[in-house]
């Protein structure tokens, strides 16, 4: 692993040797001195600088009215040359002594989705009401688990970058979060020592993997300089590899007789037309809104469903959290720059487009030899359906993939005794199902989301 100079070589030419920057907006404008508490909290500042963790603390927490939990936030600098920025919420755990808390970082998919939609919507302790009033969550994660949310890539979210900086391919991805991480754990050192867990949700299913095997080549062939603790992985309906799944995005629709077989046969032919514009004619893009349309746009419309998030409603989400963060007061709070946020950023979609299609199978492959897996999906999921992942998950090549092939499922009861989903563990995989769940699941069923995350960490048998 490298140290934060490191990891910002000049060699590059992109992540050059980090230069101080003067964030006084009093000594840079001539307005009001206001004007100073509504600058982004650049953290690689201050670990350039030399300030301690306790300064750091200091600096980054956030102070909103009405929220009694602790939290920390911020900006981390993964690339100078184009001033890319990673923007994150810190929540340490509060029921339990943070320094003995797991640690977990949380990235939300899209690609282009904001991770304030796992905080607030998915795992994390606040949660605004239809009123735009912000609550606890009754069912979160932050109890025992220590957790951060950050928007990735950059420019998703408050995270940003100048022109030029875009995240590309899944690797640009992973190189930046392996920077971010080796940042956090030196601007926030209580936690180096901590056990820590990646993962997320949907696309985040291709981030996840390349992230950690990142990590693992780094603390492999490089003299570590940060400590790093990892543990495990988590994905949750994950779209590991879109080649491989996508085309059997109609199988469950068929299934449930929602379409016909020849209609089934139709939606599959189009995806795997666009997949082969996509990778020979090299129409990315135009290929990417095929599927979209094939996958989401076209059957959404057709079947009466407003999402195709869980084949139990045809109902939207109602979201309010993306108006809240675009008050003032609240961007101040949380240390981010004056944007007009949105939770979703349709153009990170353009600059990865000829990376979607890629998978993630030999990433995932080396991560199941060494690290804790979690896989889970919603029984109830349209979007990536248990057919679509099992596909995925039956053709890695590791030393568990006989027994997992042959291997029964365990029903999961929650401590009422309900049934809460179906579980397979061969070795390092931990293989869920929740029942009745779509995809989100921990918006379905927060209970039996977190009851399986504790039972994953803590190496319970369910």
Known sequence: MCSFDSTLDSSTGHRGELKELNMSACEQTTENCELKAWQPLL?????????????????????????DRVSYSGYITVDQHYDSNLFFWFFPASEILPEDSPLLIYLNGGPGNSSMIGLFEEVGP????????????????????????????????????????????????????YIFLSQFLQLYPDYQQNDLYIGGQSYAGKYVPAFVYKIHTEMT?????????????YIGGGLCDPAKMLPLFPELLVAMGMISAKKGKDITDKIKYAKDKHNHLGKHLEAIMDILENVFITPQKTL???????????????????????????????????TEYTMFTDHVIKSMAAD????????????LHLYKVLIFNGQMDMVVSVPMAEAFL?????????????????????????????????????????????????IDKPDWVLNMMTHFISDNSF
């Open 221 to 233: 062939t490089s003299e570590p300089v940060v400590s790093i603790n990892l543990r495990g992985i």
């Open 394 to 442: 039956q053709d890695l090549d590791w030393s568990g993939k006989e027994e997992y092939l042959d291997g029964d499922k365990v029903t999961w009861l929650d401590d009422q005794g309900d049934v809460a989903g179906y579980v397979t563990q061969v070795k390092n995989l931990t293989r869920v199902i929740v029942r009745n769940a779509g995809h989100r699941a921990a």
């Open 356 to 367: 979607f299609l890629t998978g993630v199978s030999v990433e995932l492959e080396t991560i």
């Open 304 to 338: 009466g469903y407003r999402e195709m998030d869980n084949l139990l409603t045809t109902k939207e989400y109602k979201w309010h959290f993306q108006n809240y963060l675009n008050q003032r007061h609240v961007q101040q709070a949380i240390h981010a720059r004056p």
């Open 43 to 67: 953290l690689s500042q201050m670990l350039l600088k030399g300030r301690s963790p306790e300064e750091v603390l200091l600096a980054s927490k956030v102070n909103l009215p009405g929220v």
């Open 126 to 177: 606040l949660f605004v009401n239809e009123d735009g009033q912000v609550t606890e969550r009754p069912v979160h994660w932050t109890k025992t688990f220590s957790v951060v949310f950050i928007d990735n890539p950059v420019n998703v979210g408050f995270s940003y970058c100048q022109p030029g900086g875009e995240s590309k391919t899944n690797q640009d991805v992973a190189d930046n979060l």
